[in-house]
C-alpha cells in the first residue's frame, strides 16, 4: 500500500473524521514507529508502519458498519468530553467495532446522527463540495413574514457569508411554529442563526433526514444498524450530490 497522509488513514481505520485526525495529530495523541507526528503533511503506511492513537495500535477495520442514531438533547457529539457530559458513544452499548460520528448536532439538538468506521463514505458526507440534503424540524418562538420566509430560502448573511439556498416549509402553524428546514450545508448553529437573523429563537431542533436515510420510529437514545440497501442508497445519494453542478434550490 503507498504511503498516505496520516489522517486520511485514520478516518479510513475508523478511529475519526479526517478533521479529528487533524486535532488528534496537532495535539501530539498520533505517534508512527514510536515516533509523536504533529505535522499535518505527514505520511505513512497501515501495512508497513506501526501508528498509534493515545497509545493503542491501528488496524484497519475487517468490515464497515453504519449504524443510525437517535441523538438526544443534552449529549455531546464527541467520542469523549472533558467536562463529562454525556455522548453519544456513550449509547452504542453492544457495538464492539469502533465508529465515530459523522457530522454533529450541538448540544441542545436531538434527531439523526449517522455513526459508522468508513472514513471515505464519512469524509464525502461532511465534504463541503457534496451538499448532500439534509432535513430538519424546528420549533421557533414566532413565525416569519412571507418576505422574511423568501430571503431564508434564497440565503442571509451569517459571519459575513451567505448562506446556499434552503428548503422551508411551515409544517405547523401556532403561536410558537414549527418549520421543515432543508439545508445543503452545514455549518456550526447555522438554522439558529439563520432563525436569529430575522429576530427569532429555535426552541427545538431535531435532524430527521440525511440524504435517503431516515430518522424513523427510533427514540431518543436507541439506535440501529443500517440495512444493505440503506447504504447503497447513502452511497449512490452522495455520488448524485457530489456530481450536481449546483445544490437544490428551495422548493
Not at 72 to 83: A, K, R, W
Not at 216 to 231: D, N
Amino acid at each position: 500500500m503507498p504511503e498516505e497522509r496520516i489522517q486520511k488513514i485514520l478516518s479510513q481505520a475508523g478511529v475519526s473524521s479526517r478533521r479529528q485526525a487533524e486535532r488528534m495529530i496537532l495535539e501530539g495523541r498520533v505517534a508512527v514507529n514510536g515516533a509523536v507526528v504533529t505535522e499535518l503533511g505527514s505520511k505513512a503506511d497501515l501495512d508497513r508502519d506501526h501508528i498509534k492513537v493515545d497509545g493503542r495500535l491501528i488496524r484497519a477495520p475487517q468490515h464497515h458498519v453504519y449504524i443510525a442514531l437517535n441523538k438526544p438533547i443534552n449529549t455531546v457529539t464527541t467520542l469523549s468530553d472533558p467536562e463529562g457530559r454525556p455522548t453519544v458513544m456513550d449509547l452504542l452499548r453492544g457495538v464492539k467495532q469502533r465508529v465515530y460520528p459523522v457530522g454533529r448536532l450541538d448540544f441542545h439538538s436531538d434527531g439523526l446522527l449517522l455513526m459508522t468506521n468508513d472514513g471515505e463514505l464519512a469524509n464525502a458526507i461532511m465534504s463541503a463540495h457534496t451538499h448532500l440534503e439534509k432535513t430538519y424540524v424546528v420549533k421557533v418562538n414566532g413565525d416569519l413574514t412571507p418576505e422574511q420566509e423568501r430571503q431564508f430560502r434564497e440565503g442571509v448573511p451569517i459571519s459575513g457569508r451567505r448562506t446556499l439556498p434552503a428548503g422551508l416549509r411551515l409544517i405547523r402553524k401556532a403561536a410558537n411554529p414549527w418549520y421543515e428546514v432543508r439545508l445543503t450545508e452545514g455549518r456550526n448553529n447555522q438554522i439558529r442563526m439563520m432563525f436569529k437573523h430575522f429576530g427569532r429563537l429555535v426552541e427545538k431542533l431535531r435532524r430527521v433526514r440525511i440524504g435517503p436515510l431516515e430518522l424513523g420510529p427510533l427514540k431518543p437514545g436507541q439506535f440501529r444498524h443500517l440495512s444493505a440497501e440503506e447504504v447503497r442508497a447513502l452511497q449512490r445519494a452522495v455520488q448524485k450530490a457530489h456530481a450536481s453542478p449546483r445544490p437544490a434550490g428551495a422548493r
